[in-house]
């Protein structure tokens, strides 16, 4: 015999919870409690350092302590000297750092997303490995290549062509060739995973449908590697602002970068509260822009969350 | 099936999430031994209503009598259910057997004895002897689910709870499946509690089904009970194509429908509402050459037919409406699209339901 | 024809690919070929070859310390990063809860952050709390950048595993102490097993951060900085070297026990 259940009479429903209890229950959800132990290292290891540092620059220069003294004028100090040099140094050779590398890891990240096939995995092992190589080591080996008279290349041209060559170290040009050389794997990187995120069914459509390579490009391609393009380029650049080994080995006394000021004020001027003002305008600039792009992020779907 | 003992019974459950009412006041009782298969639409509470059964959601109002004991408290670990889950859930990193004897080595059973049950199990699942160290990642589609299936069955629970388990897979594996999964219920005789959106599929199965809608346990009856006689719109609607029509009882017993112009005669009703729906399901219509053959007729145009392997399916245009008649290849309508016909059927094969 | 330009675009993509991979590599093998050079200065092309300095800098006392110090602190930054960015992991990409976008992009802050500026700062950080600046103060610093990296490795692996699995373990009878060690750990443990390699070695070479929070104890890539900055000494290269074989040893040895680890899995029953 078919039988119904009479549907119209539904329980009362249960009270809801006050805020207070809604915050408990907040505090004992899995989530939370799992995030606390890198939370707290956090709090300890990154918030805290910043707001010391914070700290340091509203003090009187050359003290080490708070005494009860704020004052601007390391803030003003820097507006008004040649600060500014600096500045547009590190952040001029981290933008012209940033282009290269998308311009030479692009190709890259496209064989490794959509042209290599099982190939991929091999390749980017390889290309893993320098990265694990200390900087220093590598920037060293390239110290080696173009020094002057003995270094490998001028070697060569020697022996080979007769030819005499010049130092081609301490330039510009060599300061961005080691940056390019040590931030390449970080543009690369997100990149290639911003790529793979492109649908082969949608370029397939997209070039059914009548476009060019270019628009399909600009369409398809690059709306949707953007997030991962974008990481790459923000990582590559903030990472090259604070970069300090590439000047110095590469680039000689020629090029002081920003990292170059902070760590003079640090070490041989003993003023702290200035050089931690110069660092407080690095991580206001770089802050900024590191939260602009986050905010558009999609951070599950980028990593894979199905 | 065994004695008519409810082994399971459920007595005016409620979840509660929040403001919504997942699952609203059911109530139940499980035969033991049968095979029942819960129906509705996603978002109708049925998942939830399994995993409660199951242990892995608590209920908010209500009871779970598992053979007379309150189970309410009684987590899923420790409850002698077992379920497929949707995605098969399957231990990705170890092999079929490692699967197979997972419950087994939980209670602490001997490798040598776990091994042997494993074998029996893979030999009922139909599982070649050689798959035992297999990976479950180079398993098709089909193995895995004969892999979820022997897992479940090697805790020997009294009753196994299947969530969706074929919606995932294509037509052809599907029905194999389905048939299979009926044999396994009756070589093993354990009470099967299943979940699907599709009616189809439970008809297929089922010893009884169960008809969900919002939280609401809205029919519950044999296949046969729910295919011809549907309590409601609803339930009449889930079979897939059957013409529907609105209608309003009139003087002398017939109902008027607005949608075909005419009055039509209709089975008694057994509540007094006004309107209602005639349900006409498409193999008890019938072409007519004259209309005294049945008790209605209707006049139309033939717009288009449609092979549907042993059986034909036709949609005939009556002004703006589209009635569907079925029949068998073997009687198949022998004239042409565009032509004027008229189609009828009897009362006795009309169900009147309400809203 | 679009066939033909699809191929001739491919092999361009795989040469320029071989000239990246090239260059990536022309001043490792730079390194490597000088470290086998006799004289006291650098000379190219090399007038002899020998291991001499090799001999030389494997018997510094020297070298034993620098590496020791350098082993010591990436095996401390890669067991810790584990633990935090597993349970880092967890919240990132397993739980549904409040906030945890917000958390996501929080965590992911101090990645994007200049070096030599939280290198600083740590230093400020430690000199204001009075913790003196030794290699286990390197090991905090190198965490603050190399946490959140090992949770996003981690968070990768975690989003790939179907959390029913818990579930259906659950259901079969095990405990969550079960639960957690038969099906979460083993499921989760290639993500583990790398993210823990990449703390190692990030942490073995990372100079930006050791710099400032070492003090009197000196990482490798320490030494080869100060070393570097002052022009040129034989022994710059072989240590050079000696950071290029271990890091290649540590990752093939990874490898390998990895694919060693999957093939005993597939065997035992």
Redesign the interface.
């Known amino acids: 015999m078919a039988t119904t259940i009479d549907k119209m009479s539904p329980p009362p429903l249960l009270p809801q919870p006050t805020a207070l209890q809604s915050f408990g229950l907040w505090l004992r959800q899995p989530g939370f409690l799992t995030a606390t132990p890198i939370l707290i290292f956090f709090l300890a290891g990154f918030v805290g350092p910043l707001v010391i540092v914070l700290g340091f620059s509203f003090l009187p220069e050359r003290t080490f302590g708070f005494h009860g003294e704020w004052t601007v004028e390391n803030y003003v100090h820097i507006l008004t000297e040649s600060y500014y040099i600096s500045f547009l140094w590190s952040f001029g050779l981290a933008a012209a750092t940033v282009a290269c590398c998308l311009l030479i890891s692009y190709p890259v990240s496209y064989g490794l997303a959509k042209v290599f096939g099982r190939w991929a995995a091999p390749i980017m092992l390889l290309l893993v490995i320098p990265l694990f190589v200390s900087e220093n080591v590598r920037l060293f080996g390239w110290y080696i290549l173009l020094l002057k008279g003995g270094g490998i290349f001028a070697g060569t041209a020697k022996e080979l062509f007769g030819l005499e060559t010049g130092t081609l170290l301490y330039s510009n040009g060599t300061t961005l060739l080691g940056m390019v050389y040590v931030y390449l794997p970080y543009t690369l990187f997100p990149t290639t995973l911003g790529l793979s995120l492109v649908p082969k069914d949608q370029v397939d459509a997209a070039g059914d449908l009548g476009a060019n390579r270019f628009q399909i490009f600009r369409e398809i391609e690059l709306p949707v590697a953007m997030p991962g393009i974008l990481i790459g380029s923000l990582l590559t650049f903030v990472l090259a602002v604070g970069a300090i080994s590439e000047a110095k080995v590469l680039g000689g006394a020629n090029i002081v970068v920003i990292s170059h000021a902070i760590q003079h004020e640090f070490t041989y001027a003993q003023n702290w509260p200035l050089g931690s003002a110069i660092s407080m305008f690095a991580i206001l600039i770089t802050g900024t822009l590191v939260i602009y792009v986050m905010r558009r992020l999609d951070l599950d779907r980028l990593l894979g969350r199905r | 099936m065994g004695e008519d003992t409810p082994i399971l019974q459920i007595k005016g459950v409620t979840k509660q999430f929040g403001k919504l009412l997942a699952v609203n006041n059911v109530s139940l009782d499980i035969v033991d031994g049968e095979f029942f298969t819960i129906v509705g639409p996603s978002g109708s509470g049925k998942t939830t209503l399994l995993r409660m059964l199951a242990g892995l959601e608590k209920p908010t109002g209500g009871d779970i009598l598992l053979r007379g004991n309150r189970v309410n408290d009684v987590s899923a670990n420790k409850r002698p259910t077992c379920m497929v889950f949707q995605s098969l859930a399957l231990f990705n990193h170890r092999t079929v057997g490692q699967n197979i004897e997972f419950s087994q080595k939980m209670k602490g059973v001997p490798r040598a004895e776990r091994r042997e049950r494993a074998m029996e199990l893979m030999k009922i699942v139909r599982l070649p002897e050689d798959y035992y160290a297999k990976s479950v990642t180079k398993c098709s589609g089909g193995e895995r689910q004969r892999v979820a299936l022997a897992r479940a069955l090697a805790s020997d629970p009294d009753i196994m709870f299947f969530d969706e388990p074929l919606s995932a897979i294509d037509y052809q594996l599907r029905k194999h499946l389905e048939v299979e999964l009926k044999d396994l219920h009756r070589e093993t005789g354990k009470t099967f509690m299943y979940i699907t959106h599709s009616l189809e599929e439970a008809m297929v199965m089922s010893d009884r089904i169960g008809i969900m809608q919002a939280g609401h346990l809205i029919q519950v009856g044999t296949p046969d009970e729910i295919y011809t006689q549907p309590l409601n719109k609803f339930v009449s609607e889930f079979m897939g194509e059957v013409n529907t029509l609105a209608v309003r009882r009139s003087a002398d017993g017939k109902y008027d429908c607005a949608e075909l112009s005419m009055q039509l005669a209709a089975p008694a009703s057994t509540d007094s509402s006004e309107t209602g729906y005639l349900v006409v399901r498409p193999e008890s219509m019938r072409f007519l050459n004259d209309p005294s053959e049945a008790d209605n007729h209707v006049k139309g145009s033939l717009f288009n037919e449609y092979g549907m392997g042993s059986r034909v399916q036709y949609h005939v245009r009556v002004g703006d409406t589209m009635l569907v008649v079925e029949k068998l290849r073997e009687q198949a309508y022998q004239g042409n699209i565009d032509d004027d016909v008229i189609i009828g059927w009897n009362v006795k094969d009309s169900v009147l339901v309400g809203d | 024809m679009e066939d033909r330009k699809k191929r001739w675009v491919?092999s361009?993509?795989?040469v320029?690919?071989g000239v990246?991979?090239l260059?990536?590599?022309?001043?490792?093998?730079?390194?490597i070929?000088?470290s086998l050079s006799k004289s006291r200065?650098?000379?190219?092309?090399m007038k002899e070859w020998s291991f001499k300095w090799y001999d030389e800098t494997i018997n510094a006392n020297l070298t034993e310390n620098l590496h020791l110090t350098s082993v010591y602190v990436a095996g401390c930054v890669a067991l810790i990063a584990l633990?935090?960015?597993f349970?880092?992991a967890?919240?990132?990409?397993?739980?549904?809860?409040?906030?945890?976008?917000f958390?996501?992009?929080?965590?992911?802050?101090?990645?994007?952050?200049?070096?030599?500026?939280?290198g600083?700062?740590?230093?400020?950080?430690f000199?204001?709390?009075g913790v003196l600046p030794t290699w286990e103060a390197a090991v905090?610093?190198h965490?603050?950048w190399i946490?959140?990296i090992v949770?996003?490795v981690i968070?990768?692996q975690v989003?790939?595993f179907?959390v029913?699995?818990e579930?259906?373990?659950?259901?079969?009878?095990?405990?969550r102490w079960?639960v957690f060690w038969?099906?979460t750990l083993?499921?989760l443990?290639p993500g583990l097993f790398s993210g823990g390699l990449f703390a190692f070695?990030?942490s073995?070479?990372?100079?930006?951060l050791s710099?400032y929070t070492t003090g009197a104890d000196s990482t490798?890539?320490e030494w080869?900085?100060t070393k570097?900055?002052s022009g040129y000494t034989p022994m710059?290269?072989t240590m050079?070297a000696f950071?290029?074989y271990g890091?290649?040893i540590?990752?093939f040895a990874g490898?390998i026990f990895l694919i060693a680890h999957r093939r005993r899995?597939?065997?035992r029953?």
């Open positions: 491919h361009l993509i795989g320029w690919t990246v991979l260059f990536f590599f022309l001043p490792i093998a730079a390194v070929v000088s200065y650098f000379r190219f092309p633990v935090l960015g349970f880092g967890l919240a990132f990409a397993r739980y549904d809860w409040k906030g945890r976008i958390y996501q992009r929080l965590i992911m802050l101090p990645i994007f952050f200049p070096q030599a500026v939280l600083l700062a740590l230093l400020l950080w000199t204001y709390i905090f610093a965490l603050v946490a959140p949770t996003l968070s990768i989003y790939g179907d029913s699995q579930e259906a373990a659950y259901d079969l009878g095990a405990n079960q038969e099906v083993p499921a443990a070695l990030l073995w070479g990372n100079f930006s710099t490798v890539t080869l900085y570097m900055s710059i290269p050079g950071s290029v890091s290649v540590i990752l490898y899995a597939a065997k029953l």
